[in-house]
């Protein structure tokens, strides 16, 4: 469901599922957490793999984002398609997360 890099101060986190609903979610959300819980509280979240994702997925994001935000962290959702994109624009996701278009961005806002 991911592949990782560990960099020197975050850790980039590739989701390679394309589709996250269902009985998928309560996987990404055990997974997700014990990526968290054992590594770096800055996170880049490449979501270019990512088709579709249900309402429970972007709750799994909002927790994980939460938790990292409690460690005085940060996590960076980035690659979105222009679908999530849209969908994320007009659930005002936006307002809860930090959102970039590409992976370079993420790398340079998560550096400040």
């Given at each position: 469901?991911?592949?990782f890099s560990e960099k020197k101060d975050y850790m980039v ?16 959300k055990e997974q997700l957490l014990s990526i968290i819980e ?75």
């Open positions: 469901m991911f592949s986190i590739k989701i390679i599922e394309p589709k996250i609903f269902q009985e998928k979610v309560f996987i990404f054992n590594h770096s509280n800055k996170i880049i979240l490449d979501m270019s793999g990512v088709e579709v994702i249900n309402s429970t997925g972007i709750g799994v994001l909002i927790l994980i984002n939460d938790k990292i935000k409690k460690q005085s962290g940060i996590m960076i959702i980035c690659c979105l398609n222009n679908l999530l994109n849209e969908l994320f624009e007009r659930m005002r996701l936006n307002t809860i997360f930090s959102i970039t278009d590409s992976l370079d961005n993420a790398e340079r806002f998560v550096k400040q």
